[in-house]
């Protein structure tokens, strides 16, 4: 069964940095495309950041200049470096990842919690 498991949320200040992973496992699989969201309380969830099977990101324009996608594709990991933080950014992240194993299915994170006091 593959499993992608966060790590590296917490509590920061604002302007500070946080450093989010997402581990994919479970067996011999492929990855595409790798993302990072994230949900508040009573939003919608919104697209943080993503990242193709190629190294090519893209970023949600409230993040730009500021949150950096990356991915280790040898250790089936994805990163997410945050920046500058703001409390606007606080938020549960969620990594996604689309999965190539005898078909093409997409996998949910538990989710991460990142808090930026003001």
């Known amino acids: 069964q593959v499993q992608l498991v966060e790590s590296g949320g917490g509590l920061v200040q604002a302007g500070g940095s946080l450093r989010l992973s997402c581990a994919a496992s479970?067996?011999?699989?492929?990855?595409?495309?790798m993302s990072w969201y994230r949900q508040t309380p009573g939003k919608q969830r919104e697209l943080v950041a993503t990242i193709s099977s190629g190294g090519r990101p893209n970023y949600a324009d409230s993040v730009k200049g500021r949150f950096t996608i990356s991915r280790d594709n040898a250790k089936n990991t994805v990163y997410l470096q945050m920046n500058s933080l703001k409390p606007e950014d606080t938020a549960v992240y969620l990594c996604y990842a689309v999965i190539i194993r005898f078909g093409v299915a997409n996998y949910w994170g538990q989710g991460t919690q990142v808090t930026v006091s003001s």
């Open positions: 479970g067996g011999d699989f492929g990855i595409d495309v």
